[in-house]
């Protein structure tokens, strides 16, 4: 059994986390180059086992799909072809940048850091991963 690991995708980076090997905490990872993710994740899963990818699916209020939703589509059938033994689970990432904004001013970050947009990135990752893992819970 291995990890979780969750992707905050965007065209310019790339926020991840992962959980510990026992899937109970959900921890910020990194926050990558879109061009060099797939290069990255070979890495970390030749170190590290990852059971499921939970990658984030931007969508509008009205749940359908948002203007970066084709680009997540395309960058899953990446992941699809590269590691065709790890399943995908899409997880609804709306809100997740603006929580992830509040949760930073809430833990006293400061203004500088969070300005830092790879912050965001990785903190959205780690929700992206909470909401799966709770509501796998409640299944």
Same mark, same amino acid.
Request: aromatic residues 8%; hydrophobic residues 40%.
């Given at each position: 059994m291995g990890r979780l690991l969750a %992707? /905050?995708?965007? &065209?310019?980076?790339v926020g991840l986390a992962v959980t510990d090997s026992e899937k109970i905490i959900a921890t910020a990872l990194e926050t990558v180059a879109e061009k060099e993710v797939l290069e990255y994740l070979k890495n970390y899963i030749e170190t590290e086992p990852v059971e499921v990818f939970v990658l984030g699916m931007p969508k509008k209020l009205d749940n359908s799909p948002s203007s970066n939703a084709a680009a997540v589509?395309?960058? &899953?059938?990446k992941l699809e072809t590269l590691f065709? /033994? %790890?399943p995908i689970a899409l997880e609804d990432e709306r809100f997740t940048s603006s929580?992830?904004? /509040?949760?930073? %001013?809430?833990?006293g970050m400061s203004k500088k850091n969070r300005r830092n947009k790879s912050n965001v990135d990785k903190i959205s990752a780690v929700l992206i991963l909470q909401t799966y893992m709770e509501r796998r819970s409640n299944q």
């Open positions: %992707i /905050d995708y965007g &065209q310019k980076r589509v395309k960058f &899953q059938k065709p /033994d %790890i929580l992830a904004l /509040d949760a930073m %001013i809430s833990g």
